[in-house]
């Protein structure tokens, strides 16, 4: 059984009567962005602010200059081969995080990660979620360098 859902319910309640009433038109969405009428159902933004909205996406990117590749950023073969080394200890769990030091416990996700983001220190396990929170802190902490210099 599929759970009530009440803007589900409501499509289909607004379906069952276009169905029945051929002057009934589905009433028009504003945009998200300019609040003018949308210009398609599918979608939260008008073409124009979705234009823009791409625009400017693309422009962040460039912005951050080249993507690098897995290896330029240090994600290799040497580090493939280094997971593998690691994995079996980390799999038996008997690792502690090199972020949080708390155990890895067996079967939990986990990434190779520098130690303080150090890329001459060899890559050591530590738990996925520590390792993602610690390097969207160390890209927030360089963005603001980045913007103060
Ligand atoms: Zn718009
Ligand atoms: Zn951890």
Known sequence: MAKYDPKMAAFYRRRAKARLDPEFRPPVRACAGCQRPATSSRHQLCDACREESRQRRNKVWADRGPRLTPKERGYGPEHAR???RWKPEVD???VACNICGRLIVQGSPWHLSHPNDDKRLEPAPAHAKCNIQFAAAVTA???RRERNT
Do not use: S
Request: glycine fraction near 22%.
């Open 82 to 84: 280094t997971r593998a």
């Open 141 to 143: 902490h360089r963005r």
């Open 92 to 94: 038996a769990g008997g």
